[in-house]
């Protein structure tokens, strides 16, 4: 029950933060608020987890994509045939892919283990940089 009690208490703390930062979207490990990629999965883990029926890996998936993959903007028709978007976009897919598969069974419903999350998510971004190398 304490547990349980701080990690309440430590995910209204980051909520707030990331009310009052204006939310997240990760860009290459940095949000847009200047939020880690560490501070994302983390909080955005605890919330799922305190929620029935979310499991652990079902948390896992979800917070990955809402950290990795950020919103796509669309602010001109050629967005879609603009090629450093487009390569940009193939990397955080490939990226996400990655981490789905190797690193969404890192985290446990008492430890998101945020840590070597982003140690995990870094292996992938390098692997796909050599694939899929940004602009």
Same mark, same amino acid.
């Given at each position: 029950?304490?547990?349980?009690?701080?990690?309440?208490?430590?995910a209204?703390?980051?909520?707030?933060?990331?009310?009052s &930062?204006?939310?997240?979207? %990760?860009?290459?490990?940095?949000?847009?608020?200047?939020? !880690?990629? /560490?501070? @994302?999965?983390? #909080? *955005?883990?605890?919330?799922?987890?305190?929620?029935?029926?979310h499991?652990?890996?079902?948390?896992?998936?979800?917070?990955?994509?809402?950290?990795?993959?950020?919103?796509?903007?669309? &602010?001109?028709?050629?967005? %879609?045939?603009?090629?450093s978007?487009?390569?940009?976009? !193939?990397? /955080?897919? @490939?990226?996400? #892919? *990655?981490?789905?598969?190797?690193?969404?069974?890192?985290?446990?419903?008492?430890?998101?283990?945020?840590?070597k999350?982003?140690?995990?998510?870094?292996?992938?971004?390098?692997t796909? &940089?050599?694939?899929?190398? %940004?602009?």
């Amino acid at each position: 029950m304490e547990i349980m009690r701080r990690n309440l208490a430590i995910a209204i703390v980051i909520m707030m933060a990331m009310v009052s &930062n204006g939310g997240w979207i %990760l860009v290459e490990g940095q949000t847009g608020s200047g939020t !880690t990629f /560490r501070d @994302c999965y983390g #909080g *955005c883990f605890i919330f799922c987890v305190i929620k029935p029926p979310h499991s652990a890996f079902d948390c896992s998936l979800d917070c990955l994509r809402d950290c990795l993959l950020p919103s796509i903007p669309h &602010n001109s028709p050629d967005h %879609l045939h603009d090629d450093s978007n487009n390569n940009i976009n !193939t990397h /955080r897919f @490939c990226n996400f #892919g *990655c981490a789905s598969s190797l690193c969404s069974n890192i985290s446990t419903r008492q430890k998101p283990q945020e840590k070597k999350v982003e140690s995990c998510v870094g292996s992938c971004s390098k692997t796909c &940089n050599k694939t899929y190398p %940004l602009p």
